[in-house]
């Protein structure tokens, strides 16, 4: 069974970090283009952070830059969203995606709350 799970968030601080990770069962992540997204109450779904298959780019939103690093690690296919400096305007549901052509896998989610 083809599954994406998503763990590491939690309540966190202004200025704290999260380190997220997103574990693959069922495929293998590492012929996979992955995207960590969010959405927050009342919003769109927005792209978070975006890694190439080998890993050789990265994008980021710009509201993510400097502060967020997505990487991967095929070896545990797991992809993770290490998230530092984080802001009460992060505060969102964090969700993995995997696309390879057609094919688009989801997580259900992990809850990230930054606030005092």
């Known amino acids: 069974q083809v599954q994406l799970v998503e763990s590491g968030g939690g309540l966190v601080q202004p200025g704290g970090s999260l380190r997220l990770s997103c574990a693959a069962s069922g495929f293998t992540l590492s012929g996979y283009y992955m995207h960590w997204l969010r959405q927050a109450p009342g919003n769109r779904r927005e792209l978070v952070a975006a890694i190439t298959i080998g890993s050789t780019n990265t994008n980021y939103a710009d509201s993510a830059k400097g502060r967020f690093t997505i990487s991967r690690d095929n070896a545990k296919n797991t992809v993770y969203l290490q998230m530092n400096n984080l802001k009460p305007e992060d505060t969102a549901v964090y969700y993995c995606?995997?696309?390879?052509?057609?094919?688009?896998?989801w997580g259900p989610g992990t809850q990230v709350t930054v606030s005092s």
């Open positions: 995606n995997a696309v390879r052509g057609p094919a688009s896998y």
